[in-house]
């Protein structure tokens, strides 16, 4: 059972073309929606935003997740990743979020804001 959802998860990744640099985090094969949208992050996001609660942006331009939530509620969120993900943003090209995906990393970003 855990070995399928490991494999969807990696096969979901090299769909999204983003399987380069397959960290640990993928490995554990999270459970929860927010669990999973960080894994996801770290994965697709992590190389410009600082997606942890203490991580720097390594793209200077590109605001914390901590900060994001703050500028965000959960509908204002899923609706930009919606849009993130038909349109792209900045620099990065279009990323093809599914539902799940968007509902994973907006769990995760919103986890970020409670005190
Ligand atoms: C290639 C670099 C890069 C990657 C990869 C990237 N972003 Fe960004 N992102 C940026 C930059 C730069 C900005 C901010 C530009 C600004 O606010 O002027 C940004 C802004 C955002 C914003 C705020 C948009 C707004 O209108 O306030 C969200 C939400 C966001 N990114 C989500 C994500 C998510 C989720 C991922 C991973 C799926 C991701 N980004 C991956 C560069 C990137």
Redesign the pocket.
């Known amino acids: 059972m855990r070995l399928k959802s490991l494999a969807l998860v990696l096969a979901s990744l090299a769909v999204s073309g983003c399987a380069q640099a397959a960290p640990p985090a993928v490995a554990m094969a999270p459970d929860t929606a927010s669990e999973q949208g960080r894994a996801y992050?770290a994965q697709?996001?992590a190389?410009?935003?600082g997606i942890g609660p203490g991580d720097d942006s390594r793209?200077a331009?590109?605001?914390r997740f901590v900060v994001?939530a703050g500028?965000y509620n959960e509908i204002s969120?899923e609706d930009?990743?919606g849009q993130?993900s038909k349109i792209g943003?900045?620099?990065?090209p279009p990323?093809q979020?599914g539902t799940e995906q968007i509902r994973n990393?907006t769990a995760y970003i919103q986890s970020l804001s409670q005190p």
């Open positions: 992050a697709t996001c190389r410009c935003h793209n331009g590109a605001p994001i500028r969120l930009r990743l993130i943003h900045y620099e990065m990323q979020l990393l």
